[in-house]
């Protein structure tokens, strides 16, 4: 029997979401399994001192506080991208329900850690980038533990589309800190840093305070409420294109932090 154009259509766009998946997991998790290696290893190793090659400023011996909050945001948050995509597979959640739950409040526990972490540094030390990265990432961290709270507390209630609806919105915004790499990554690829600086006030620093986590809520919030607006064809297409565009970025903003800094920095730290 012949493939209908929709039908055909309805397979490419499953490719599509298939293969923009399979890189955001890879992508998130090696990212992920970077911030254990270098940033948690670094802590566990006494060797904090090598955070300010990546981040100026990050470590201070004078604020052992901050410093203590942002490993714990860096350990709870790489088990959060290693684990974010998991959860989200249906076959899991369906057929394994009790890993499901487990990996669940493993997540949920990691994701107020790498909030209450984040919101730590900031009251103690301050971001690098001010006054603005200070807000935007202080709302960042506040939205974060908000919606674990409600994953957490609406799976306990039984209430399963309000527990979806707001897991869906932490994982938009779990995967909130790898995207502010994967937009760096890309930007100096193709730009070479324009409107960024080294103290993170540049214009285009500044846009990126809001603009890694905002989004993700906006298209989380789409997806939640109008699932069937992906019916007709025409959007099918349109959505493909967007699809295939969006993982090719993801691969070049991968291989670009992979081969500039993510591995230099682990073989950095394991090389002593």
């Not at 714990?72 to 974010?84: R, S």
């Not at 001010?130 to 507390?153: D, S």
């Not at 306990?156 to 994967?182: D, V």
């Not at 607006?229 to 493909?240: C, M, P, R």
């Amino acid at each position: 029997m012949l493939s209908t154009p929709t039908s055909r259509t309805d397979q490419i766009f499953r490719l599509a979401t298939k293969l923009l998946v399979g890189t955001v997991w890879l992508s998130a998790t090696f990212f992920g399994l970077y911030i254990l290696l270098f940033y948690f290893a670094a802590l566990l190793l006494e060797e904090t001192q090598l955070w300010n090659k990546v981040l100026p400023g990050l470590f201070d011996t004078s604020t052992r506080l901050a410093t203590l909050g942002i490993g714990l945001h860096f350990a709870a948050g790489g088990i959060l991208l290693v684990l974010g995509c998991i959860q989200l597979i249906d076959r899991i959640r369906v057929r394994y329900l009790a890993v499901h739950r487990w990996l669940g409040r493993l997540y949920v526990i990691s994701a107020m850690l790498t909030a209450i972490g984040g919101l730590v540094f900031i009251l103690v030390k301050d971001t690098i980038g001010g006054t603005v990265m200070n807000v935007a990432f202080a709302l960042y961290g506040i939205l974060m533990f908000v919606a674990a709270v409600q994953t957490i507390r609406y799976a306990r209630m039984a209430r399963f589309e309000q527990h979806r609806a707001w897991a869906i919105r932490l994982f938009a915004l779990a995967i909130g800190s790898w995207l502010y790499r994967m937009d760096y990554g890309f930007w100096f690829l193709f730009t070479d840093g324009l409107g960024h600086t080294s103290a993170f006030r540049g214009p285009f620093d500044y846009f990126m305070d809001f603009w890694f986590y905002l989004p993700n809520l906006l298209v989380a919030e789409i997806f939640i409420g109008r699932r069937g607006a992906l019916q007709s064809d025409a959007v099918k297409i349109g959505a493909t294109i967007l699809t295939f565009l969006a993982t090719a970025f993801l691969v070049l903003a991968t291989y670009y932090f992979t081969a500039k800094l993510w591995a230099p920095s682990v073989l950095e730290l394991l090389g002593g």
